[in-house]
């Protein structure tokens, strides 16, 4: 069984740019979680979807921030026009459906994004 | 607001060795988890162990063991018969039964020396 997949595992965007971060929760999960770690900072939330559903966005900038689940196709995290302080690594977690996602979240490599 | 606090940002301990890693935390909930992720150099967080509030007795993974003082708000971590591989970050996390954001600690650096 495919852990969270995450891609890309780096990505380099200038000031002004989207950027497009992608991933496919494990196999039978249907709960997805993204989470954004600073340099030298922990993991804090930044929201809950389950498929074709935002759940809980109230950890997200309220600008140039998106996510989506589809019902096909992994899960995107959008940031558009992008500024340095964007530059952080991008953790998406999944769990499993019915248990809330408090019991365990299985993470992804994370994507690092780095602002030029 | 719940808290989560690591106060050694950095660490270090000869292979073979004990260390234990501290964590504590500020809620009023009484029905909560606690979780030490690892995150080595691959930056791949990893369940280490998981503690839940309403159990007494300390959780235990192979070499890794808890300390859970839930009176003193404290989850502490120990790392018996250290090994090069665990050198890493680790994080405390803690979740409110019933909910899905985790509140991690600010994490602590562990290097264990050969």
């Known amino acids: 069984n495919a852990g969270v997949m995450q891609n890309p595992r780096h990505l380099v965007r200038r000031r002004g740019q989207e950027a497009r971060l992608r991933c496919s929760p494990m196999?039978?999960?249907?709960?997805v979680y993204w989470y954004r770690q600073l340099p030298e900072e922990g993991l804090k939330f930044m929201v809950y979807?389950?498929?074709?559903?935002?759940?809980?966005e109230s950890g997200m900038p309220k600008e140039r921030f998106s996510a989506e689940f589809p019902k096909e196709g992994p899960s995107i995290l959008r940031i558009q026009q992008v500024v340095r302080g964007d530059s952080a690594a991008y953790f998406c977690?999944?769990?499993?459906?019915?248990?809330?996602?408090?019991?365990?979240?299985?993470f992804g490599p994370g994507t690092r994004l780095t602002v030029t | 607001a719940q808290t989560v606090t690591q106060s050694q940002p950095e660490m270090s301990v000869q292979e073979a060795e004990t260390v234990t890693l501290s964590c504590t935390y500020d809620?009023?909930?009484?029905?909560?988890?606690l979780f030490w992720y690892k995150q080595p150099p691959s930056r791949q967080m990893i369940l280490v162990i998981r503690?839940?509030?309403?159990?007494?007795q300390n959780a235990t993974e192979n070499r890794f063991s808890v300390n859970f003082q839930k009176a003193a708000k404290s989850f502490s971590l120990k790392i018996s018969d250290s090994q090069l591989g665990d050198t890493a970050m680790y994080f405390c996390?803690?979740?409110?039964?019933?909910?899905?954001?985790?509140?991690f600690g600010t994490g602590t650096r562990l290097k264990v020396l050969a």
């Open positions: 977690a999944s769990s499993p459906p019915g248990t809330g996602g408090t019991y365990e979240q299985y």
């Open positions: 196999k039978g999960h249907s709960h």
């Open positions: 979807l389950q498929k074709e559903n935002i759940i809980d």
């Open positions: 809620t009023s909930e009484s029905n909560y988890y």
């Open positions: 503690q839940e509030a309403y159990k007494q």
């Open positions: 996390a803690w979740a409110t039964s019933g909910t899905y954001k985790y509140i």
